[in-house]
């Protein structure tokens, strides 16, 4: 906990807010992931070495899937998260790397990736040293998700080609085994999601009575999952852009298991992954990558391109996209485009009550882009585990909404918990001949003295961008941030409530404030993991009860 809470200053205040933070982060769980955390400490499982049942002959032809970025470039010679390692003997599991970092080494993402039959001779060695170097249910390679990563990368590779080596076949089996009995049901959400995919791949690459078990766990699981991880909208219930481009993933991997080993689709899936196409494409800037709402890094999950191109292979097509206003209501974002921009907005919940771990406190926050290219971004994602980054990234004053009283919107704390969160309400929705409106407000603020609450207002027509903030109740001080993107260079004019933003081709666009002192700071982005860039930020303060208005014009 990296704030005051536990400070000596104020003894039994500190214990006050530390109960409370508690509270607020562990009543809305559902009861399994109270026991079952329990359980899944105190459960350790023998690896059941029998051998592996027979290879499941394909019935049908494998389609290419949704292809990465290459993350191997040399023998043993690995990039993640933007760090480059070559790993020897003893470096499967080093301490010193970060967590994540071991578990996208243990992912063997690399074995689908763009051109990867041209690695043909790295990814032999690879498979071979991880099988010497990582022994049945040890260390970070056994855990349920990085376990649940490879069996669906390794059954993929062996889609592609061959089946696998003799070994690899053994392994996988064991690894199917042992995930069986390690189901992350203490975290459900994309977890449990990814478990479940695991075993149906292990299930269908395999045939007996021992797959069909495995077959029959994991879709019993997605039967429950889906319906409750898809919302009606499309969207992936974390709110996560790059989540929901992994779910559509996942959902597209399932279909092309099923048909190519002759398997029976459920006609539920192709009717979400519709659904799941548009939702992205809505949450996608003109530039073709995600926008950045809670935890979300480009290149970790394919790109909208790729895994488009990947449903028209399947046989499913995205819904049209040419609608000027999208309102994913289910969700909570909207989207309006007008000639040369899009403005997409955050008036959407956190995310589930009981799994808000990649959620930021960005609500009422914004991302717009014009000209094609990014203009006013959220913070990004350059981090998961615990530090002070990580706590800033998550924080409300990385996003272009407004900061009250230096306090976050939702209580982010801890790297992946939330205690009391923000809710939106009053959402207006109008359309006008020349463009569209909407209004919003929430209530994460009233927790503070004074009871403030946070409205704002968004107004684009063709050329024309406003944004109004109001504060209602008291508060000490409000500051409306717009983070500016790092391609973009902000300039201002005598007076200093206007200016020019400019683009290095010569572009420009005009922007003014009213009702506000303005001041030009610098703040930091992450469109990637492992990677900050420093930008300029718009820092507006202003009081309670007034108006500050942004305007664009261009």
């Not at 690894?175 to 994309?190: S, Y």
């Not at 610098?522 to 507006?540: D, M, T, V």
Request: glycine share 8%; with cysteine; proline share 8%.
């Amino acid at each position: 906990m990296s704030d005051t809470s536990d400070s000596g200053a104020r003894p039994r205040l500190g214990v006050l807010e530390v109960i409370s933070r508690y509270w607020h982060t562990l009543s809305p769980l559902k009861p399994v992931q109270l026991y079952g955390r329990i359980w899944f400490r105190l459960t350790r499982p023998t690896p059941d070495l029998r051998p592996a049942p027979p290879v499941r002959p394909r019935s049908a032809q494998w389609v290419t899937p949704a292809r990465r970025a290459p993350s191997m470039h040399g023998e043993m010679a690995f990039r993640f998260l933007n760090e480059e390692r070559v790993i020897g003997a003893g470096g499967w599991d080093d301490p010193k790397l970060a967590k994540l970092w071991r578990y996208n080494l243990h992912y063997f993402d690399d074995l689908n990736a763009w051109d990867a039959p041209g690695r043909l001779r790295w990814h032999q060695t690879y498979l071979a040293r991880w099988l010497a170097a990582n022994p049945p249910a040890s260390g970070s390679a056994w855990e349920p998700y990085p376990t649940s990563l490879r069996i669906v990368n390794w059954v993929k590779w062996a889609m592609a080609s061959s089946p696998l080596p003799d070994g690899c076949a053994h392994s996988l089996a064991i690894q199917a085994r042992h995930l069986a009995r390690r189901l992350e049901i203490h975290l459900l959400g994309n977890h449990l999601f990814a478990n479940a995919k695991a075993l149906v791949f292990a299930g269908r690459y395999f045939q007996g009575p021992e797959a069909e078990r495995w077959t029959a766990i994991g879709l019993r699981i997605l039967a429950r999952e889906i319906p409750e991880q898809i919302l009606a909208d499309g969207g992936q219930f974390e709110r996560s852009p790059m989540y929901h481009a992994l779910a559509l993933e996942d959902m597209l991997d399932l279909i092309n298991l099923m048909i190519a080993t002759g398997g029976v689709v459920p006609e539920a899936w192709r009717a979400h992954v519709h659904r799941m196409l548009g939702w992205l494409n809505a949450m996608s800037h003109p530039d073709g990558e995600i926008a950045q709402f809670n935890d979300a890094a480009i290149g970790i999950a394919p790109s909208p391109a790729e895994l488009e191109r990947y449903a028209n292979a399947l046989g499913i097509a995205p819904p049209n996209s040419s609608a000027p206003v999208r309102h994913l209501a289910d969700s909570g974002f909207l989207r309006a485009d007008v000639p040369g921009a899009a403005l997409i907005m955050d008036v959407a919940p956190i995310g589930p009550d009981y799994l808000p771990g990649h959620a930021h406190a960005d609500t009422l926050s914004f991302e717009f882009s014009l000209f094609g290219g990014r203009l006013l971004t959220n913070g990004g994602t350059s981090r998961y585990g615990l530090g002070p980054e990580r706590e800033a990234e998550r924080g409300t004053a990385s996003h272009s909404t407004v900061v009250i009283d230096q306090a976050n919107s939702s209580e982010v704390w801890s790297g992946f918990r939330v205690a009391r969160r923000a809710r939106p309400f009053d959402l207006v929705l109008e359309h006008t001949d020349s463009g569209v409106s909407v209004s919003c407000a929430h209530d994460g603020y009233r927790r503070l003295p004074g009871r403030p609450v946070h409205r704002r207002r968004w107004q684009l027509e063709p050329g024309h961008l406003v944004v109004t903030d109001v504060v209602d109740g008291a508060c000490r001080s409000a500051v409306a941030r717009y983070h500016v993107h790092p391609d973009v260079t902000v300039e201002l004019v005598a007076g200093g409530s206007s200016g020019m933003f400019r683009w290095p081709d010569g572009r420009a666009a005009r922007w003014s404030v009213t009702g506000g002192h303005l001041t030009l700071a610098e703040s930091g982005y992450a469109p990637e993991f492992g990677r900050r860039l420093p930008r300029q930020c718009l820092e507006i303060a202003f009081s309670a009860g007034a108006d500050v208005r942004f305007e664009l014009i261009w």
